[in-house]
């Protein structure tokens, strides 16, 4: 895409229906928007196949709203990450498409509706303590059009809690491991399934858990094949990665 | 395949023609083949789609050939990594399809001949010094039968390096990243393109690189969503993570 | 006990006074309880001599009073760690039987009246802060069954104070170290006696105490022998941990 | 100047116009004032070209106001940093050419005026959240009296907002760039210039971001060179170095 | 036995057997043998249960052999670990009951005939190159006077090995778990068993393992209960900490 | 002493003023008092020259009561460090010579009169943010009866500043260096005198100042020999330390 | 340069001197060189102002051979870093120009001659063991054309030694310190001069010092202001840095 | 004695028999020796009260002989420490007086004969493998003129051997503990005694002692009072650091 914008623009100084100095000033202008705080990425949805996302910490409601507003105006479908109930007030006062999940502290405004794939995006967590990450990871997956299912609370402390449950594994077509303390899920769920198994570390536990790098360096080390890992408590990244996995297997 | 295989064992003891005491039995006998010092997967090529792997430091040579020789009269792919040259000798001695790739350092055995996959995986790295990882990867992302192109000393320090090859990435359906050093080579890759990136961090460096940690956190806190990382020096992980991806896109 | 139940299962087809697919199913529905968010594991007690526990921190109190309410229920005892007193209200409020320990922060509720074991669980701190984690371990230890002695602020700096106790040593079978700062009590001891000892490090310390690694790391490489280790400020870990030996010497 | 000033002392005692007794006491006496709970360096301004910075954390809004008030009454320019607004209120209060950056934090008294530099100092961030950083190097720089220009959000997840700005890039004299997360712009921008790049790693991420260490060892390992690495969130000290190496290019 | 003899020691200076300074002689005089570069710990048989055992690396063939040739004069049992053969071989000059086991690196002399203990210890390993480590464990247990069985690569990466040996866990006491790598298998036997399991952490894998750092705080967080953990590749102290537990169960 | 106690003891048995019996009891209570909570150690001051300190974090005011009371019943001195304000109110309420040093966040009861060393204690800060922890080791020392001094804010920053001072820094007989951010203080003081330093680490700083750890590094790599450290922000420890070193020169 | 290259392009395709797929092809073709197994940046030197240099670890003699033949053949100066004797023997072979520096192990070969610049790069070292590291620097710096002069074994442990050097400090424009162990000569130097310093940390020392961790952190720390750190032992990227600085002042 | 060397200096001048000038000359001529590599010390003891020691590793031995011989013709005594056999037989050839310490590898020249101090410094190890550590120690404490004596092997594990031994521990008037492993020895000596103790960790132990930081941690946490740190191995500070804090006991 960019490099048929490209073509297009070469093809047009080659026309004369451009001079060579306003096709300098263009190709400093890629779509990006200058909004002095932030550089707005509107190219991202050619670029990456889904628009910039907005993380809420760190930033003020004022400038989160004013980055949403630019996104939507767009047609962009919007997702908002660490997002405080406060903040999706504030969004839905420009936008009542806005919907919140609390318990994944996401705002998402779905622009366009469409249908979800057909291949499954499975999310596990080991713990109840592991469902706020997951959920951000379910949010960003749906949003990006993935049929999304989960299955929480099967932890390897009780393993037949997972061996009961083979046939959810075997429906999904990419598996997301979320899981904080020891993180052993994702070893053990990479090796049961021939599917790829994105993992997230979360920071749950305590002690020499160090806030999630157990965890992390647990499914680094995987024994199992076919796992490959995000940051801790990144369910952003982690439902992105899978979505972008999911749709290979969608039949245009 | 295990489902089924568990439920015509169910309709034998139904049917008489096995009794619950041998069916025991059997459910104790699942196809792995107890060596003493190593309890050999052949279960693995059902599970997981792939053979197990021989991973050969830390084994003997003698332990080395007993578990490749194991592996391939059942004619499952081999895969040997970490082998040193005299390894390969002593595999080539007993099956002379054995291949070397010296700078990956992996022994391969082709058993049965696979049409590569039209999708193919891409293989860039930072620098010279990350091609050995790189070439494990390749090793196994082709034995596991997928189409691998390599691209190599892509690192941002030149930037246009990379910028000048937009048309090999474009053709790939997944990238494997393989980066020491800053490892920042990821999150430029994982910003220009729309399919999953598998992200290597390498040993190379030296002071504060701490043998790939430097590259490892780099990696893992990509500012550029669809990047999922595997251990450090691990070729093998990430060719394994891409080919499960890749024939996701494949047309049965 | 769970091999007897596959057995019988196995029977019952045989027997054809159950079919194959019934069978298929409740292989499926092995004891556990999905309540959504959680997945409550009833199978524990039979399986490892003890109910699962209810871990409060990041579960709501609701969460807490559903998963209690399961678990008595079904007459297992219940332990709930790391409550807060509005956690152990809520729970009194379903079942008058429950009881606080406000200094270890613990729930318990006695579902069935057990005779303390012969043998004696002896719980010693080095220092007075260490003493919430020590009745972490003593609510778990005597829910579980185990008589159980305290032994306070006897760490190294004044060894004396240890000595002169050797008699309560003696008395005991097994015996839990929990110490912060040097964590140097459990080598002192591990070197006094001919038991097991399980050490906890605690957070307890500053500076390059790091929140208790400096005691982990002492405490693992105690040059004492017969000194294993529990996480950080693991009171609960230890507890189990100890009951679970003190219960191999139990004449039945 | 410190060289000539004890030369000066010398030649006064070879004069007699000084006794020696006096001459020692002198040279306990140089340029330092002793307010009890500092010693403030008067003497900074000649030995380093800018006067002593007051750092106001850990310090009460009394210390800060003496400290700014002994500098300003020697005509010193003054600059705190990390202060909050009631710090600079209390300034305020005794000096109102005092001015407060709300985003840097800063409170600037220039006390004499100065035109700024030619050469520019251009500062970059990666991302919104590293702006606070930014800012306190930008008062630093100016108060220092470098021209600055700012750049911000142009981090390498969309590279094409970087690539589009060469312009800005070619013009500045040094480069400072602050962020977090991955720090990959530090060696993106490293490579594309031929100027000193100051890189200031932010506590900006989550998770294996580990409060800037990941940024910090991603600057460290630039494989561009011309980049050198202050502290995590040193807005301050890069203004600084920043400055000291613009003037070295001013005409005199 | 200390107290009794300390008893016996003052009767008889109320029997004026023995005069006060004599008594102070001999309180100094407890049995330990100072042979210059070591105090050995003859006494430690008494109180631990056990004899001292020779750690081989940092000290000279010479002053093993001196160590354990006071060790055997008193009939303790030897146990020299991390011993190369020409260790064994200066061992067996001076006494050809000294048995070598060369993938573990122990020697023993077993110089009384012990019954094994009818409780058993079983070790497991997730993998080949755990092997050394386990069979250090296996030396010491067995010396120690305790049956042991072991279980050698049946780590979580193909469960199935594990779950089909579920008889063999049921009849063990107690259970050694050593694993390097991810170090999961600890998790998935604690959740499966009723029994203390004393989890070691090898120095196998690469990269994110750090030597042995990734699998020791998997094993530390460990979600299942009932699990203690020693230092990394720590076979004796694993061998130990697990006999000690196991006699606690032996009928007198 | 200690040993002059238990001769005592062993003398009156064999003059059968004692029993053998009771002089068993006798050697269990040794100088602790048994609070439950704390076992205060009376005996410290025979042992150490000085009484057990009172480390208030981790208590509640009561036992923090508690224990002064015991200690000043005694005619112990009393040190009561990380001491809140409330703490001190609670202690004067018992006993009126309480005084708090609000800065050093210390309470003390100077029970007997002692007159102050001739030697004195120098403790230097390198900067203003320091000085709470040399405040500790100020009240520490003096209360042990050492003459102190102080140089606040001398950091090398503005190394004139230290190097005017010679003269304090030849009178003192130990020297103290409290210093965070860097910690290179104690080197250079370490390479200017003849005298022991005492180097304490302050968590003073920001980034990868990591809360002292560089500060503590940089300390224990000291260049200059005759430098010691202690734990971060104790400067208890280095009052006690320095105190201990000073009365060795007093002349008795 | 490349902004002028692109335009003159650009006005090629607008006078249809060129064709548009022409122009695309070019643009894939900027200047570098594939070689295979690395992608030489010969635009290098455009960009900044100084050729690509050949980091010989983890190459081959001939991969480095090749390198640099590429390099020179174009009229670029050579630097190829920790080079041993051999590889130097064998770029001789092709260039007799090529020169060696045995302590920096450095190769360089001078294409062209130039004036050195007015303005020197002082390097300093702490200690005798830092030396190898500092002539890295220098090498690199009088390769790029500054004029360098050296200082060695100053460290703060007698700080006299720097003290009486204080013409030097004050001939150089930017200055190099170079230091192990506690790194503490950067902050001194830091705190005497009004020019920038370039910090660099050093591997040497023992224990604590953590191969070079120490030292880095001290100089990120470092309380002087106008001090930038780069890698450890990264002689090479500090003396690039220098001389880019250095080149600042340069009157053309 | 600087500082009066400094008042004759201008007292000199004062007389007028000697210029200003000259004296700047002479200011920067204090004594230390420019080696080239090297900037010998001499002043050392004059300020410090022990000449610089030569610390072997990184210097060829030409080097180390250079320092050695310029010290020695200043008849400052000689200490060259790590230095390993041939390279006490190169400094042998210079001169016979020189003597070898195997074990701590240690070369020392007694230019002076001094009679031991009254006082007595006492080394502790934990165990056998902490010897060369200690030795070291020994050997510096030695030279610069303490009366020194050893125990050796006397760990926590059997504390009977320490406890056996109060009274060497009494008659020290410094303790030096050398300790790997847990470390936790320091924290015992230091609660039995009331003398300073000097701590040194040693890189003695395995797995998770992580090359002597368990045992460095757990002293700088040391629960005792009155001890302090010195860097992993570094028996040279702890016996520079022992005899500086003897020496103050001793009566002129």
């Known amino acids: 895409m960019e490099t048929s914008a490209l073509k297009e623009l070469l093809e047009k100084i080659y026309n004369r229906s451009i001079e060579p100095d306003q096709a300098m000033e263009l190709l400093k202008d890629l779509p990006f928007e200058d909004m002095g705080f932030a550089q707005v990425d509107h190219h991202r949805t050619l670029r990456q196949g889904f628009p910039e996302v907005v993380y809420c910490e760190g930033k003020t409601v004022d400038q989160v709203v004013a980055v949403v507003d630019s996104l939507r105006k767009r047609n962009h479908g919007v997702l908002a990450t660490r997002a405080e109930p406060h903040v999706y007030e504030a969004v839905k006062l420009i936008d009542d498409r806005a919907e919140y999940n609390p318990i994944g502290r996401t705002v998402t405004i779905?622009?366009?509706?469409?249908?979800?794939?057909?291949?499954?995006?499975?999310?596990?967590?080991?713990?109840?303590?592991?469902?706020?990450?997951?959920?951000?990871?379910?949010?960003?997956?749906?949003?990006?059009?993935?049929?999304?299912?989960?299955?929480?609370?099967?932890?390897?402390?009780?393993?037949?809690?997972?061996?009961?449950?083979?046939?959810?594994?075997?429906?999904?077509?990419?598996?997301?491991?979320?899981?904080?303390?020891?993180?052993?899920?994702?070893?053990?769920?990479?090796?049961?399934?021939?599917?790829?198994?994105?993992?997230?570390?979360?920071?749950?536990?305590?002690?020499?858990?160090?806030?999630?790098?157990?965890?992390?360096?647990?499914?680094?080390?995987?024994?199992?094949?076919?796992?490959?890992?995000?940051?801790?408590?990144?369910?952003?990244?982690?439902?992105?990665?899978?979505?972008?996995?999911?749709?290979?297997?969608?039949?245009?």
Request: net charge negative.
């Open 110 to 252: 779905k622009t366009v509706e469409k249908k979800p794939t057909e291949g499954m995006v499975l999310i596990l967590t080991a713990g109840t303590s592991d469902i706020p990450v997951a959920e951000e990871a379910l949010s960003t997956a749906d949003l990006l059009g993935s049929a999304v299912e989960t299955l929480y609370d099967v932890g390897v402390a009780g393993i037949h809690r997972l061996l009961g449950r083979r046939e959810v594994l075997n429906r999904a077509r990419v598996i997301i491991v979320v899981a904080g303390m020891d993180g052993a899920l994702a070893s053990v769920v990479g090796g049961m399934v021939d599917k790829p198994v994105v993992a997230v570390p979360t920071s749950v536990g305590y002690g020499a858990s160090f806030d999630g790098v157990a965890a992390l360096l647990t499914m680094l080390n995987s024994c199992a094949a076919g796992v490959a890992v995000v940051n801790i408590d990144n369910g952003f990244g982690a439902g992105c990665m899978a979505h972008m996995i999911n749709i290979l297997g969608e039949k245009e």
